[in-house]
């Protein structure tokens, strides 16, 4: 990340206190109706209008987060992207795999691997790195420990509790397992960024999703 950084999908823009520190200036994009709270958004438009609010080679780097499966058509927004790309400039991408439904009814699609790989190259785009976010292990956790979740919120819910969501300390003990899952691993995702090793057969097989680190290499 460096130069001019677009946060395309932004909401409350959770990683920018790590791309102030080494672009020069930054600008988050989200959809009007975002679902996160309290977000700074300097551009409210869809991520397919991008090209309306900006102009070509405008960014060193895109961000793009959790974003493309909630857009209605995703290689219309990896050709924007790469409008207002620079050439040489970098885009950094993660989708879901492996996955529960989220943000509906504006869940559309999961990717592999291959798929998001698939679609940036036909978009001019050259693949530098990809990575797993997590194996089977993982997304088997993360799917038993929401159903429980659920489950229990449910059953509060019918018992009579109202307003679970404004209720901190509970949503807080309800985290602790993920918080914990999280800890135990997150050093183990750095050093495969840092080695830029590519994802073994396991994490191919099933993973929660996939990143990718992508460089434009022609314009559109």
Not at 39 to 49: G, K, P, Q, T
Not at 89 to 110: C, K, M
């Amino acid at each position: 990340m460096k130069g001019r950084l677009l946060d395309l999908g932004c909401g409350n823009k959770p990683y920018s206190n790590i791309y102030s520190e080494v672009c020069d200036s930054s600008v988050g994009c989200d959809v009007p109706f975002s679902l996160h709270k309290n977000s700074n958004v300097e551009v409210l438009c869809y991520a397919e209008d991008i090209d309306r609010h900006f102009e070509p080679d405008q960014f060193d780097c895109v961000i793009c987060t959790e974003v493309l499966e909630h857009t209605v058509n995703d290689n219309k927004v990896i050709e924007n992207i790469n409008k207002v790309l620079k050439k040489n400039g970098n885009l950094i991408i993660s989708a879901p795999f492996t996955y529960v439904l989220h943000e509906a009814p504006h869940d559309y699609r999961r990717y592999t691997l291959y798929g998001l790989k698939n679609i940036l190259e036909n978009n001019n785009f050259e693949v530098k790195s990809g990575f797993s976010m997590g194996v089977t292990f993982s997304s088997g956790f993360f799917i038993y420990y929401y159903a429980l979740k659920k489950t229990f919120y449910y059953s509060l819910k019918k018992i009579g509790f109202k307003n679970l969501n404004k209720l901190s300390l509970l949503n807080a003990v309800a985290e602790i397992p993920e918080w914990l899952f999280y800890k135990f691993n997150i050093s183990s995702f750095r050093k495969k960024l840092e080695d830029n090793r590519s994802p073994s057969v396991n994490e191919m097989y099933s993973s929660l999703g996939y990143f990718i680190v992508a460089r434009k290499i022609n314009d559109i």
